[in-house]
C-alpha cells in the first residue's frame, strides 16, 4: 500500500496489554483519528507509531516497507507531537524553534511558522512568559517549520482557544491537500474531514476470565 | 550535522541563562578544596604534598553535581523523545550533550584547578602537566558521567544511583592525573601518566557515546 500502515500491532506497558490486533492504513492526503477513553493507548500507540517504543507484536509499515529497516529514513519523514511541549523556558520562543527545526531535515521556514500559530510578535521572549495556550502553540509551530509528510499529532488542541483550533485545522488541512499524512490522538472532535477512525477501547483485551464456565468443583466427594 | 551544532550551541546557551546553575559545581570545587587546609591544617608543605590529589578529587566530586541534570531536563520535557527520532545517529546526539557538557563544566573546573592549586602551594613545577592532565581527565568524566546518567535516567534517587555507578569507574582518572601531577612536581617526566589518560579518553570516546545512544532509547521508551 502507498502510505504509512501497521498490522496486529500489540503494546504491554508494566506487563499490562494496552491493546492487541490492532492494524491501520493511512494513505497521502488521507487522516487518522484515535478515540477512546483515558489510558486506552492512543498516546501508547503513537509513539509505537514515531518510532519511539517498539511494538510487541506486529510492524509498522512505510510504502510496504517495515520502518525498522531503516528507521532514520523514516523518521526523517516524520513530525511528532507528544502530550509534553518540549519547550525550554530559558531560551526564546525562537531559538526554541531554530533548535528543533535544525533537528529535522528540510529548509527551515521559522518566521513564517510562528506568524502561522501566531506567536510572531512574540518571537524575542523567553518561553517562561508564554502561557500554556501559547505554548502549545510554539509546539505545534514545530510542525509547520520543516517539512514532513506524516503528522503525528497526540492530544493536539489541548489548551489552544478556538481560534487556535481553527488555525490547526486549516494548516492539517493543507498539509493534506499537499499529500501529506495525519494520525492524531483527541478526545474533543477535531473536525477533520473525512477523516479514519480507530477505536482504541474495541482493541483493549478481554478482562482477565479465569473460568470460563463454572468452576469445577474440586472439593466434593462424588466421583466425576 | 547541523542537529550536532544546533544541540551544542543550545545547552550552551541555556548553561549562560542558568548561570548560577553552571557556576554551582565551581563554587562547590573551590570551597570543597578551600575545607582542607582547615581540616589538616595549615602547613605550606603538607599542602603542597596533597596538592594534587586534593585537586583530583574534589575536581570529580563538583562534576558529580552536573551530571544528574544532564539528560534530565530534557527527559522530563519532551525533548528527549524528540531527540530519539531525530533522523540523525543518537550516539551523534549523545556526543553533542557530552561536548556541551565537558565546555560547560569541565573547562570551568580547568580554568579554576591552577587558582587553587596557588591556594594549596602547589609546587610550580606541576602547573603545566597539571592543566594538561586535567584537560584529559575532564573530558574521560564527562564521557562516564554521562553513560552512568543516561542509564540512571528515570530511575529514582537517580543522584545516588549516579555517584555509585560512576565514582568506581573514573578511578583509574584519579589514579594517574594525580600521579602525573606528582611525577613533575618531583622532576620526573609525565608523559606516561598523560599517555594512560590520553588512552583512556579515547577508549571512552569510543565506547561511551554508544553505550549512552542505548540506555537514551530504553529509557524515552
Redesign the interface.
Given at each position: 500500500m502507498d502510505g504509512f500502515s501497521g498490522t496486529g500491532l500489540a503494546c504491554i506497558r508494566s506487563n499490562r496489554i494496552v491493546f492487541a490486533g490492532l492494524d491501520f492504513a493511512v494513505s497521502p492526503g488521507g487522516a487518522l483519528v484515535l478515540t477512546g477513553p483515558n489510558g486506552s493507548g492512543k498516546s501508547s500507540l503513537l509513539r509505537l507509531m514515531a518510532g519511539i517504543a517498539r511494538p510487541a507484536a506486529g510492524s509498522i509499515l512505510w510504502q510496504d516497507a517495515p520502518v525498522s529497516e531503516d528507521p532514520e529514513a523514516f523518521f526523517a519523514r516524520l513530525h511528532y507531537v507528544g502530550h509534553r511541549d518540549a519547550v525550554k523556558p530559558a531560551l526564546t520562543v525562537r531559538e526554541n524553534l531554530t533548535f528543533h527545526a535544525a533537528l529535522r531535515p528540510g529548509a527551515a521556514d521559522i518566521d513564517g511558522a510562528l506568524e502561522r500559530v501566531g506567536l510572531a510578535a512574540l518571537a524575542d521572549l523567553p518561553a517562561r512568559m508564554l502561557s500554556a495556550g501559547q505554548t502549545r502553540r510554539l509546539t505545534l509551530a514545530r510542525i509547520l517549520a520543516t517539512p514532513a509528510p506524516l503528522w503525528l499529532l497526540d492530544e493536539p488542541t489541548i489548551a489552544l482557544d478556538y481560534r487556535a483550533v481553527e488555525r490547526l485545522r486549516a494548516a492539517i488541512d493543507a498539509h493534506r491537500a499537499g499529500g501529506g499524512m495525519i494520525v492524531a490522538s483527541t478526545n474533543v472532535p477535531l473536525g477533520i474531514d473525512d477523516a479514519a477512525t480507530i477505536d482504541l477501547a474495541a482493541h483493549a483485551p478481554a478482562p482477565d476470565v479465569l473460568w470460563a464456565d463454572e468452576p469445577p468443583d474440586i472439593l466434593s466427594d462424588e466421583p466425576r | 550535522m547541523?542537529?550536532f551544532?544546533?544541540?551544542v550551541?543550545?545547552d550552551i546557551?541555556?548553561a549562560l541563562?542558568?548561570f548560577s546553575d553552571t557556576m554551582m559545581v565551581i563554587v562547590f570545587f573551590v570551597i570543597a578544596a578551600a575545607l582542607f587546609p582547615f581540616g589538616v591544617g595549615p602547613e605550606p608543605n603538607l599542602l603542597a604534598r596533597m596538592a594534587p590529589g586534593i585537586l583530583w578529587v574534589t575536581a570529580l566530586l563538583a562534576a558529580m553535581l552536573s551530571f544528574d541534570r544532564l539528560f534530565q531536563?530534557d527527559y522530563?520535557?519532551?525533548?528527549l523523545?524528540?531527540?530519539?527520532?531525530?533522523?540523525?545517529?543518537l550516539w551523534m546526539t549523545a556526543l553533542a550533550k557530552i561536548v556541551a557538557h565537558w565546555l560547560t563544566t569541565g573547562l570551568p573546573l580547568l580554568v579554576a584547578a591552577p587558582v587553587i592549586g596557588i591556594m594549596l602551594n602547589l609546587e610550580p613545577r606541576g602547573y603545566g602537566v597539571l592543566i594538561a592532565a586535567m584537560a584529559l581527565g575532564t573530558g574521560i568524566i564527562s564521557l562516564v558521567g554521562a553513560l552512568g546518567a543516561a542509564l540512571s535516567l528515570g530511575s529514582r534517587r537517580s543522584g545516588v544511583l549516579l555517584s555509585l555507578l560512576v565514582l568506581p569507574l573514573v578511578i583509574p582518572v584519579l589514579i594517574f592525573g594525580a600521579g602525573a601531577v606528582d611525577a613533575a612536581i618531583g622532576g620526573f617526566a609525565a608523559s606516561q601518566q598523560l599517555l594512560v589518560l590520553g588512552g583512556l579518553l579515547i577508549g571512552c570516546l569510543a565506547v561511551c557515546p554508544w553505550g549512552c545512544a542505548v540506555a537514551l532509547r530504553l529509557a524515552?521508551?
Open positions: - | 547541523s542537529g551544532f544546533a544541540l550551541g543550545r546557551r541555556i541563562r542558568q531536563n522530563d520535557d519532551g525533548t523523545e524528540l531527540l530519539v527520532i531525530a533522523p540523525q545517529p524515552a521508551e
